[in-house]
C-alpha cells in the first residue's frame, strides 16, 4: 500500500507570493490533517480534513487555507508569504480522524521563504 | 500557550540501557496521548498510544506511563539500540475535536 505523498518536496518562493502544497492520503483514508514544523516548536497543528469538510483548524492566520477533494486528496495554499512562514509542511492520513485511528504522515514539503 | 511541553530537548543514552523521555500537559481534558518517532528528512512516525483509561501500555521494547494527576507522561525504551536514535514527539488530543497538540519533541541519541 502506497504511503502518503506530498508534492512537492522542497520550494523556494519570496515575500509575497503565494504557495499551494499537495497531499495525497494513503488509499481508503478520509482524513486529512496539516501541521507546519519549525525549529524549537515541535509541529503545529493547521487544519483537519473529512470528507471534504474542514472539522478543526489551528490558531494561524486566514493566509493559510486549505481544502480537500471528493478522492480525499487535500491541498494547502498560503498567500502573501512571510519570512516565517519558512518551515516543514507535512500532512498526516488516518481512516477517520478518531483519536484511536493511527495517523500516518508524509515525507513533508520544506518551504522557503526569502 | 504550549498545552505539550517535552522540556528535555535532547538525551543520550548508552546502548542496551533504559531510554526515558517525558512529557507535560495543562489540559486535563485530554484523554487520548501518542508518541511519535521522527528521522531527519522522514514524516513522524507512529509508536504508541495510550487512552487517558489507562496508566500503562506497553509494546514490545516501548511502554507508556499515563500519570493524570500530574498530567505527565512517558516512555520508556528497553533496552535502547542505535537505531532508536531520532527526534521524540509525544502529541495529546480530545476526542472528537480531531486537533492533535504535538509537543517540541526530544532528540534522543543512543551510543553505541
Known amino acids: 500500500k502506497a504511503g502518503v505523498t506530498q508534492t512537492p518536496r522542497y520550494l523556494i518562493k519570496t515575500r509575497g507570493q503565494q504557495v499551494t502544497l499537495s497531499c495525497s492520503p494513503i488509499s481508503g483514508h478520509r482524513s486529512v490533517s496539516w501541521y507546519q514544523q519549525t525549529p524549537g516548536q515541535g509541529l503545529q497543528f493547521l487544519f483537519e480534513?473529512?470528507?471534504?469538510?474542514?472539522?478543526n483548524k489551528g490558531n494561524f492566520p486566514g493566509r493559510f487555507s486549505g481544502r480537500q477533494f471528493s478522492n480525499s486528496r487535500s491541498e494547502m495554499n498560503v498567500s502573501t508569504l512571510e519570512l516565517g512562514d519558512s518551515a516543514l509542511y507535512l500532512c498526516?492520513?488516518?481512516?477517520?480522524?478518531?483519536?484511536?485511528?493511527?495517523?500516518?504522515f508524509g515525507p513533508g514539503t520544506r518551504l522557503t521563504v526569502l | 500557550d504550549q498545552q505539550v511541553k517535552q522540556n528535555s530537548p535532547s538525551l543520550s543514552v548508552q546502548e542496551g540501557r533504559i531510554s526515558i523521555l517525558n512529557c507535560d500537559y495543562t489540559?486535563?481534558?485530554?484523554?487520548?496521548f501518542l508518541w511519535y518517532k521522527k528521522y531527519p528528512a522522514e514524516g513522524p512516525t507512529f509508536l504508541i498510544s495510550i487512552s487517558s483509561i489507562k496508566d500503562k501500555n506497553e509494546d514490545g521494547r516501548f511502554t507508556v506511563f499515563l500519570n493524570k494527576s500530574a498530567k505527565h507522561l512517558s516512555l520508556h525504551i528497553v533496552p535502547s539500540q542505535p537505531g532508536d536514535s531520532a527526534v521524540y514527539f509525544c502529541?495529546?488530543?480530545?476526542?472528537?475535536?480531531?486537533?492533535?497538540?504535538f509537543g517540541t519533541g526530544t532528540r534522543l541519541k543512543v551510543l553505541a
Open positions: 498526516a492520513s488516518s481512516l477517520s480522524g478518531l483519536a484511536s485511528d493511527t495517523q500516518y
Open positions: 480534513y473529512f470528507s471534504e469538510t474542514q472539522r
Open positions: 489540559n486535563s481534558m485530554f484523554d487520548y
Open positions: 502529541a495529546a488530543t480530545l476526542s472528537g475535536t480531531y486537533k492533535y497538540i
